[in-house]
């Protein structure tokens, strides 16, 4: 079994006994990414069909949204595209994206997981989130810290929606983004990473 076998959230709470709340924990305020991202942003989704296939949403959309912002937090944090991971036979495989506490040994250690990012097949959010909690779960025993919260983002480029792990509860933030505020949609995921950052801390 794998992290994808996880159809829905609720399949994974029956096998760990996770609750489930609804609530609004992102504070996000309208940060303005830096002008000449902006401009190469605008400029590829102008010219290129950025919603034509899995791999363009990607490359072109969410990959280049999380490094604009992950450019911040680069001395404390890792970043990671396609970067197995693994608890058990059950709750193994490879996320999308992942931020991770930033190793003494360097780039090529991955140490915690803190925030989980998957995209939404076919636009599939349901199993985006069967399967993110899935790789939530398994950052939560791999870090062996059930107190410390693990975040997770499901996006399929346009749409982002938000949650969180914290010790036996799925937390999920019940207002979505998108990335047509891209200011506001960057805000998030600051808030994300810098709630990481406190986390951390404490």
Request: proline content about 2%.
């Amino acid at each position: 079994m794998a992290f994808s076998d996880f159809k829905n959230i609720s399949e994974v709470q029956k096998k760990y006994n996770i609750k489930y709340k609804e609530e609004v924990f992102i504070e996000a305020q309208e940060i303005q990414p830096s002008e000449n991202f902006v401009k190469d942003f605008e400029f590829y989704k102008e010219n290129i069909d950025v919603f034509s296939s899995e791999a363009s949403r990607s490359e072109v959309i969410i990959s280049p949204i999380l490094r604009e912002v992950y450019k911040k937090y680069h001395k404390k944090y890792s970043f990671w595209i396609q970067k197995s991971i693994s608890y058990d036979n059950i709750l193994c495989g490879t996320p999308d994206y992942i931020l991770s506490e930033k190793s003494e040994l360097g780039k090529t250690v991955l140490e915690k997981p803190i925030v989980i990012v998957v995209e939404a097949k076919r636009n599939d959010f349901e199993q985006g989130w069967g399967q993110c909690l899935a790789e939530l779960v398994a950052s939560q025993k791999i870090n062996d810290d059930a107190g410390s919260a693990v975040y997770g983002i499901v996006t399929d480029g346009n749409l982002w929606q938000f949650g969180k792990l914290e010790k036996d509860c799925f937390f999920k933030n019940t207002e979505n983004f998108t990335v047509d505020r891209l200011s506001l949609l960057y805000g998030a995921l600051n808030y994300v990473f810098q709630a990481a950052e406190m986390r951390k801390k404490a």
